[in-house]
Structure formats: C-alpha cells, structure tokens
C-alpha cells in the first residue's frame, strides 16, 4: 500500500556517469516534485510536474532532467555527475494544482545519492 | 521567487514544555504553509498545514498560527513528549508556481526526558 515510492534508496557512482532515479506513486495524483536535500538538511525544489506544466527551479543545472513515461512516474536522470550532486533526492506527489485542497504533498522514502 | 527564513535551527526543551518554531516568507501570493517532521533518515512527513484564509489551526498537541500582514507563521507544539524529537521543517507555496515548496532551513528540536 505504499503511496510514493523510489529505486533506488541507495545509489553510489563515479563522477562523470549518468544515473536515473525512479519514482511512482499510486495515489492517482497529477502533479509530482523533485526535491534535493544536502548534508546541511536543506530541502530545495528541483522540479514541479503535471501533465501539462513543467515548471523547472531555475536553479538546477540542465545536467538534470525529469521524465514522466505517465502520470504515476516521474524519473530523474543526472548526467554527468558531479562531487556536489550528492545528497538526498525526494520525490514527493499532490493531488493537483489551482485548487486549496489539492496543496498537500506526500513524500517518497528518499534515494542518497553518492559520487565519488 | 519565495524566501523562507525559519528560526531557531536548534532548539532544546525538557520533556512536558512547550516549543515554538517561527517562520517568515517573502512572496505575498503565497497562500498554503504546511509543517513537516523528519525523523533521522526518514521522509518529511506533514503534521499540520495552514491556509491563507485562515489565522489559526490545532491539531491536539499542535497548533500552527499565521499573520499574513507580517508574513510569518508559526509551529506550536504544547507538552512536548521525547518522540516528538526530530527535524521540523516549515514551507510556503503558491498556485502561481506549480504549488511547489519552498522550505525553511528546519529546526532540530531535541526533547530531554
């Protein structure tokens, strides 16, 4: 009965590779997040997705890319990785956008992501 | 964009005592302001939201209060037990940017026994 879930929940890689993380939820949603936390606990959203917006945190490198095959699964993919990608990644799913009650979001286990 | 400062990044209290984490945010558009608990490896879980129309909401031990004038909202947690240790993490958002979450730097909240 699990609501969000991500594989891997460890990942440990070279600089220079590329990885993707998974993430789906069964909870019928229309909107799913990338969230990043690093060591210091600080949580930043990367990207807000439904099927019709994507809307990217200008901050994120372009090494960084969601993909949604459907609306139960987005999928992050890194390329290239970096030392400084390493941290927490969340993805986390609502209901949808535009209404009050469609605010709340549910967050997935977390993938920790390590480059060496 | 939105700015969330949250304030203490620490906060000690004996078990029985009251604690109280304070946010404040930037962007007026702003209407939804939920509360998240991390325990040590774990997800953010919500424990209590709050919305723009609103000016107070209790949840049994928790209570969140928010002033839109001043742009600030915060977390009370009234006898506090040592399970409710854990990193708590207050956030904003608007429909204007795809209700995606800016969050706080988090408190930890430590609770003696």
């Known amino acids: 009965d699990t609501a969000v879930s991500q594989t891997p929940k460890y990942l440990v890689t070279q600089m220079g590779n590329d990885k993707s993380i998974k993430c789906e939820q069964n909870l019928g949603h229309d909107t799913m997040y990338w969230y990043k936390q690093d060591s210091k606990k600080f949580l930043k959203i990367m990207f807000s997705?439904?099927?019709?917006?994507?809307?990217i945190n200008e901050t994120v490198p372009n090494r960084f890319s969601p993909k949604s095959p459907d609306k139960a699964h987005l999928n992050l993919h890194i390329n290239s990785l970096e030392l400084g990608d390493s941290a927490v990644y969340f993805c986390a799913s609502s209901q949808g956008v535009g209404l009050p009650s469609y605010n709340e979001q549910f967050f997935g286990p977390g993938t920790r992501l390590t480059v060496l | 964009g939105e700015n969330v400062e949250q304030h203490p990044s620490t906060l000690s209290v004996q078990e029985g005592d009251s604690a109280v984490i304070k946010c404040t945010y930037s962007d007026s558009a702003s209407n939804y302001f939920p509360w998240y608990k991390q325990e040590l490896g774990k997800r953010p879980q919500l424990i209590i939201d709050?919305?723009?129309?609103?000016g107070e909401k209790k949840d049994q031990r928790i209570a969140v209060t928010l002033n839109k004038t001043a742009k600030h909202f915060s977390l009370h947690i009234t006898e506090t037990q040592p399970e409710d240790s854990a990193v708590y993490f207050c956030a904003a958002s608007s429909n204007n940017a795809g209700n995606m979450l800016t969050f706080g730097g988090g408190t930890r909240l430590m609770v003696k026994p």
């Open positions: 709050i919305r723009s129309n609103v």
């Open positions: 997705y439904n099927n019709k917006e994507l809307i």
